[in-house]
Structures are given as structure tokens and as C-alpha cells.
């Protein structure tokens, strides 16, 4: 099936640095959501986006809608260890009611 | 814990028998959604139901695979004849209506392991 595609698709980054990754569709997209998952668990909901260009804070996370509709971005400011995982964008296009997922930016943090 | 439920947590089946997996999703919400997730991917859309009513079905959902939510609240899928390409995570996730029902919450997930 059709998922979006998701870079870098790893990152090991030193406790406290920021970090940034993005989500990209060749389809329009009408909310874009970013979750995290740890192993053996389900995806979390982190940050919910509706409007394009809406810029939505959650601690230490921030997520972009991009403009064209067909991207998002997420920024993780001073990462620590907890940040650890696999972080997932999925979106909603026209009015289908199925998730689709990207292909995962798993993060890696080390002391 | 009012959060989405899945049980089992773990199934090992052996090929060719049959699993059900259930889910009871949040209390409030009418909307729910099955997805299989397989090593190193995001998770792929299997089917949703409002309320009793299926309506969607992936093409990834063949004749071997049903699910179910009978009364509007838990749900079952079952797989029949398991086959070893049927391993996977498969996540339960609900949403409210309204506003609320574009965001999903997942449940921790059945892990299928067919040998």
C-alpha cells in the first residue's frame, strides 16, 4: 500500500542536540499527525495538524503543516534519551478515513 | 486504563490454524480501525467500522481474514489458515466523532508470530 516517505530514515544524535526530520506525500494531504513508537508497543500520538502552514508546539516538539500540503515537518529541541524510538507521520487525504503511515525516522540518542 | 485494548499481546500459531485477536477500544468512541504493521514499516490499513458497520476494507484484507464488531464496542479480526507471510504486528486504533474523529489512538498491539 501507499505510504509516505519519511527522511532520514535514522539519526543517532548526542543527548541535547536538536533534531529534525520531514514527511513527504506526491497527494495532498488534509491533517497530518506524527506519532512515536517503542518497541513492542503502539504507535503515541504526539502533535495533530489540520491547516497548512499551522505550526503546533507539544514540549519540547514542534510540528509544521507545510504549505503545499504535501509535507510536514517535526523538530525535536534538546533530545534526551527518553526521545528514543521510531517516529512515524501519517495523514488523511480527501475524506478517507485510513491512517496513511510513512516509512519511520527511527532516533537513536546516546549520552 | 482508559486507553485502546488488545488481547492477546502475543500469539505463536503453527501454519494452517486459525487466530482471533479482540479489541475494545475507548468507551466513547464509535469509530474503529485495524491495521497490520511488519518489521521495519509503518502500519498498513486493514478496515474500519462505525459503530456495527464495516466500511472499508483494504485490498490487504483477503477472504482468509474477517473482522467483526457486532454491538458497536469490542471488535474481533480473525485470520483462518494462518500462512508464515501473515506474521505481523496487528494495532487497534479508535477515534470519537465530530472534530475528534480524525485523531487515531492505538492500542499496544497483537504480535502474530505463524511457524
Known amino acids: 500500500g501507499q505510504q509516505l516517505n519519511q527522511s532520514p530514515q535514522s539519526m543517532f544524535i548526542q543527548e541535547g542536540e536538536d533534531v529534525s526530520m520531514n514527511c513527504t506525500s506526491s497527494?495532498?494531504?488534509?491533517?497530518w499527525l506524527w506519532y512515536k513508537q517503542e518497541p513492542g508497543e503502539g504507535p503515541v500520538l504526539l502533535i495533530a495538524?489540520?491547516?497548512?502552514?499551522e505550526l503546533t508546539s507539544n514540549g519540547r516538539l514542534t510540528a509544521q503543516f507545510g504549505i503545499t500540503r504535501k509535507d510536514s515537518f517535526l523538530n525535536i529541541s534538546a533530545s534526551i534519551p527518553s526521545d528514543v524510538g521510531i517516529y512515524f507521520c501519517?495523514?488523511?487525504?480527501?475524506?478517507?478515513?485510513?491512517?496513511?503511515f510513512g516509512t519511520g525516522t527511527r532516533l537513536q540518542v546516546t549520552l | 486504563d482508559t486507553g485502546v485494548s488488545q488481547d492477546p499481546r502475543h500469539k505463536i500459531t503453527k501454519r494452517g490454524q486459525n487466530v482471533t485477536f479482540r479489541c475494545d477500544p475507548i468507551?466513547?468512541?464509535?469509530?474503529l480501525y485495524w491495521y497490520r504493521q511488519t518489521l521495519g514499516q509503518g502500519p498498513e490499513f486493514l478496515t474500519y467500522?462505525?459503530?456495527?458497520?464495516?466500511?472499508?476494507k483494504s485490498r490487504l484484507l483477503s477472504d482468509r481474514f474477517s473482522a467483526e464488531r457486532p454491538k458497536g464496542s469490542f471488535s474481533t479480526l480473525e485470520i483462518q489458515r494462518t500462512e508464515q507471510g501473515d506474521s505481523a504486528m496487528y494495532l487497534c486504533?479508535?477515534?470519537?466523532?465530530?472534530?475528534?474523529?480524525?485523531?487515531?489512538?492505538f492500542g499496544a498491539g497483537t504480535r502474530l508470530s505463524v511457524l
Open positions: 486504533a479508535s477515534s470519537g466523532s465530530g472534530l475528534s474523529k480524525n485523531i487515531q489512538y
Open positions: 497527494s495532498i494531504f488534509n491533517t
Open positions: 495538524l489540520y491547516k497548512a502552514g
Open positions: 501519517a495523514g488523511y487525504t480527501g475524506t478517507a478515513s485510513k491512517l496513511t
Open positions: 468507551s466513547e468512541h464509535n469509530r
Open positions: 467500522f462505525q459503530n456495527e458497520a464495516q466500511l472499508e
